[in-house]
Structure formats: C-alpha cells, structure tokens
C-alpha cells in the first residue's frame, strides 16, 4: 500500500469526527419527572421504616435502607446527571468506574481495618497490675 | 491519529498531524468538571469512612437517638429533592432558550437551597445549644465535619447559582452561560446524591442502631 493511499484512506475516516457529536444527553420533561418521582418513593420509604418502626428486625430494615439508597443514587445517575456511556468517547463513564472502584476499596478497608484493630485491641480489664 | 505521511507538492513529506481539528472553547470543560466532581467525591467517600469507623465513639456523650430529629431530616431531604427538580426545569427552559423562565427556576432553586441550608443551621445550632458540639465526641467530631462539608458545598453552590443568575441576566444565555450553568447542574445534582448517603448512612442508621 502507497503512502498516498493510506493517508487519503485516514482522511476518510477521520472526517465524520468534525461533526462533533459528544453524546451529551441533555434530558427532558419526561426524564426529569420519572427521576423525580423515583427519588421520591425511594426516600420516603425508608423514612417510613425507620420512623414508624415497622419492621421488627433491625437488620432488615438497615438492609432495605441502604439497597433503596443504592438504587436511588443510579436513578439521580441516569435520570439527573444524564449519565451514560457515550458522552465524551465514555471518559466520564470510565472516571465513574475508576472513583467507585478507589471509593469501595477505600471505603471497605478502612472500616475493615479499623473494626478488627477495635476488636483485637480492646484494652483486657486486667487488675492484677493494679494491685 | 496514526502517524500517516500526507505529501505536499507531491514529493515533500509532512510530518505531523496536517488535519487537526479545532478545539473550540469549552469543548472538554464537562468532561474537566466531571473529573472535578470524582475527586469531590473521593473527599466524600474518606469522610464517609471516617464517620464509620468513629460514628459509634460517643465518648458517655448523647447518640444520634438523642440527637436526631427525623421530621427535620426529612423536610431537608424534601427541599434538597425540590430543588434538584426545580434546577432540571431551569436546564429545560434554558435549552428552549427563554431567559426569563430560566432565571425563575433558577430563583427558586436557590431558595430550595436556601431553605435547605437554614435548616441545617438551625439543627446545628440546636445540637451547639445542647452541649453536643463537635469537641463532645468522636462521633460528633465526624458527624459536623460530613454533614457541615456537604453544607459548605450547598452554600458555594448557592453563591454560584447567584452568581451565575447575574450573568444570564446580563448577558442573556450566550454560549458560555450554558456551559457554566450544565456545570452548576452536574454540581448541584451531585450534591443532592451525596446526601442520599449522608440522610441512610448517618441519620436513618443512626437512629435504628
């Protein structure tokens, strides 16, 4: 293949990219409301658990807070940050990945490591010292 | 690109990139926000983590049972949401491109903020009044170090909403106020998710703990 040929075939390639077309979804009346009435129903429940109480078992209701908490902040994602995964080439997206992977493994470190020092490092009420 | 050989004149080679495509200002500003908002958000997720690991140190000192009130918390949550809403109508309005609707959102998205940031205020103060200050306990210490950060967010972001509503006023929704108001959006809309974490990790089990 010539130079010539190579750089007419790049050229080709290259020309759709002028129109610039960043993949930017800027949302409308619709998105916003489904966002919102999502986000509604996704806070109001958990305040309803934790407030009236009803359910017995601690654990689940912690369980059902955090997963509707989860799910809300996808919802905010999608339906008011308008996140996907075309804007910019997918940079952004790729930056969401990379911050949720660093916030996990900081976040669950630190309360891994800081739980078991807690546990194991507890000071033993030993009073023969004392004496 | 790859490194092609365009020739000129037919015999002298060029080498670098002949068809380089203009940036024009602002082309890379969202995708330099977003990047903005990560770290905001490691900053976040440290803090998060030092609440978890202290949020439970009360130092013989009052709990978040004695010191919540969940009514309140809620009424935040309601304002912070309406005010997410209310930003998004404004976006709207500012792509149809009517000034004066997009300042009235605007407006009132700021006193949704406002309110927001007076409740905050008030339910500090009323912690302060009672002794429970940030010196009475770790878990109080990482408690007004979080929530008062988010607060502080709040407050820069209304001063930016201000700032910005001069601007459209101004000089109407020229090219660059559209940008730094999808900036303020994408900051706004951050700031209510980080607050989904703070009212479940903090206050919700807080009080069920």
Partial sequence: ?131 | MSASIQTMNGDVPVFYVADEHDHPPGQSTMLGFWLYLMSDCLIFAMLFATFGVLGTSYAAGPGPKDLFDLKLVALNTAMLLFSSITYGFAMLEMMKGKKNTTLLWLAITGLFGFAFLCIELYEFHHMIHEGAGWWRSAFLSSFFTLVGTHGLHVTFGIIWLVVLMVQVAKFGLIEANQRRLMCLSMFWHFLDVVWIGVFTFVYLMGVVR
């Fill in chain 1, 1 to 131: 293949m010539s130079a010539d040929a190579h750089a007419g075939h790049d050229h080709g390639d290259r020309a759709h990219d002028h129109g610039h077309d960043d993949g930017r979804d800027h949302g409308s009346m619709k998105s916003y409301l489904t966002g919102f009435i999502l986000s509604v129903i996704l806070t109001a429940i958990p305040f309803y658990l934790v407030m009236t109480g009803a359910i017995e078992n601690k654990n689940w209701t912690i369980a059902i807070i955090v997963a509707m908490a989860m799910v809300q902040i996808v919802v905010h994602m999608i339906y008011f940050l308008h996140m996907n995964t075309t804007s910019d080439s997918g940079w952004t997206m790729m930056a969401l990945i990379f911050t949720l992977i660093v916030v996990v493994i900081a976040l669950s470190g630190s309360l891994w490591v800081m739980y078991h020092l807690n546990v194991n490092m507890m000071p033993v009420h030993d009073m023969r010292n004392m004496l």
